[in-house]
C-alpha cells in the first residue's frame, strides 16, 4: 500500500453549474447546513493538528466548486503559509476565476486544475445545465488568466461522454500543441448521474489515445503532480495527456488520498466509506486533536483496497453520493 499522504478537502458542496453527469438540474440533493459546514478555524485546526502530524503533506482544495466558498484566498494562504505544505493544489470549473486568478496566486496557489469538457459553447452549456447566457467563454477567460499570472501545471480536466463531447477529442488534445497546458481525460464514472451512465456508457482511455496516436503520434511523458493519470505527449508539443482510467484500470493499489467532505467527514475511499469518521462532530464535541490524530492513524491502517470494476459491474448508480458531495 502506497503512503497515504494527499488529502482531498471539500470547501462547498455547492456549485453555480449543474453538470449533467456530477449533479444534474431535478436531482434534488440534500445541501450541507451552513452551520455545518467546518468553520475556516475547524478546517485549519484539522489541517495543522491532525492531519500534517500524521503525515499528510499535499492538499487539494475542491468542491462543489471551491470559488464559492467566502475567504477562499484567505484559506489558501493559510494553508499554502504552514511549513509542511509540501503542495497545494486547486480543482475549479473555473467560471470566477478570471477575477480570482491574481489574488490565488499571491496567495500561494500554484498549481491549478480547470474543468472544461468542450470547446462548443452550445455542447458545453448542455453539459453544463445552463440555459441563460453562455458561461464557456467566462471559463475560457478564466483559463487564460490562470495561464497569464503563472500557474504551473495548469491542468484542464475533460469527462468524455460518448455522444456528447468525444467527438472534441482531437481538438481538445490539441490545445496542448501550442501552450503549455495539460488536458486529461477521464473516464466517465457511475457517480452522480447514473442514468446518463447507464444511457450513454464511458468511453475507455486506450480508445481516445488510439486515435490521438493516429493523428499525431503519442509519447510517454510526465508531468509533476499526476498521480493516477498515465500521461503522454503529443511529439514536440509543450503541454501534456494525461488520462485518468478509473473505469478501464483498478489503480487503487496505488491510491494515496483522503477526502474531506465540507462538513467535516473524513473518507477513505471516493467508492467505499467503511470507517468513515465525522471529525467535526468530534471536534465541536471537545474531542482533543490527539485522540482525533489516533482515529485517523486507525482510519490510515484500514484504508481499503476496493476493485472499481467489480463495484460498478452491473451496478450503475450503485453509489448514491455525487462528486460535489464527497469531494471530487
Ligand atoms: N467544481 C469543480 C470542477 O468541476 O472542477 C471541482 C469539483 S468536481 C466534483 C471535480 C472533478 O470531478 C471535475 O473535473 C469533474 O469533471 C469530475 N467529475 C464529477 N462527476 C464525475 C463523474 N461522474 N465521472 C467522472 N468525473 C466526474
Ligand atoms: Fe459543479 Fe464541478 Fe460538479 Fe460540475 S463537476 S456540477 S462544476 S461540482
Known amino acids: 500500500m502506497n503512503q497515504v499522504d494527499y488529502l482531498r478537502i471539500s470547501l462547498i458542496d455547492r456549485c453555480n453549474f449543474r453538470c449533467q453527469y456530477c449533479m444534474p438540474e431535478g436531482v434534488e440533493l440534500d445541501y450541507i447546513l451552513k452551520q455545518q459546514l467546518l468553520t475556516d ?26 470559488l464559492l466558498r467566502p475567504r477562499v484566498a484567505e484559506l489558501v494562504s493559510a494553508i499554502a503559509s504552514l511549513s509542511q505544505t509540501q503542495d497545494l493544489s486547486m480543482t475549479t470549473n473555473g467560471f470566477l476565476l478570471a477575477s480570482m486568478a491574481q489574488s490565488l496566486y499571491n496567495a500561494g496557489l500554484r498549481r491549478i486544475n480547470i474543468s472544461l469538457d468542450s470547446l462548443d459553447p452550445d455542447v458545453f452549456d448542455q453539459i453544463i445545465g445552463n440555459r441563460g447566457r453562455s458561461r464557456w467563454q467566462d471559463v475560457w477567460n478564466g483559463i487564460q488568466a490562470a495561464y497569464n499570472v503563472g500557474f504551473n501545471p495548469l491542468k484542464l480536466n ?5 455522444g456528447v463531447n468525444d467527438h472534441e477529442v482531437l481538438d481538445l488534445a490539441a490545445l496542448t500543441i501550442d ?13 452522480g448521474n447514473a ?6 456508457g464511458w468511453v475507455p482511455s486506450a480508445e481516445l489515445r488510439q486515435s490521438i496516436r493516429a493523428r499525431w503520434g503519442l509519447t510517454e ?10 500521461v503522454f505527449q503529443i511529439p514536440g508539443a ?9 473505469m478501464s484500470e483498478c489503480f487503487c493499489d496505488r491510491c494515496n488520498r483522503m477526502r474531506l467532505s465540507a ?6 475511499c471516493l467508492l467505499n466509506e467503511t470507517g ?3 471529525l467535526k462532530t468530534a471536534l465541536r464535541a471537545g474531542v482533543s486533536t490527539a485522540e482525533l490524530r489516533e482515529q485517523v492513524k486507525q482510519l490510515l491502517t484500514i484504508k481499503p483496497e476496493v476493485n472499481f470494476k467489480q463495484r460498478d459491474s452491473g451496478t450503475a448508480g450503485a453509489y448514491t453520493r455525487t462528486m460535489s458531495q464527497i469531494g471530487g
Open 41 to 66: 478555524e475547524e478546517l485549519l485546526t484539522l489541517v495543522r493538528e491532525v492531519f500534517i502530524p500524521v503525515g499528510f503533506t499535499r492538499f487539494r482544495l475542491t468542491g462543489g466548486e471551491p
Open 158 to 162: 475533460v469527462v468524455v461522454i460518448p
Open 179 to 191: 501552450k503549455q497546458w495539460h488536458v486529461r481525460f477521464i473516464e466517465f464514472m457511475p457517480i
Open 195 to 200: 442514468r446518463l451512465f447507464g444511457d450513454r
Open 221 to 230: 511523458a510526465q508531468v509533476y503532480g499526476s498521480g493516477p493519470a498515465d
Open 238 to 246: 509543450k503541454g501534456t495527456l494525461g488520462f485518468i482510467s478509473q
Open 263 to 268: 462538513d467535516g467527514w473524513l473518507r477513505p
Open 276 to 278: 468513515q469518521i465525522d
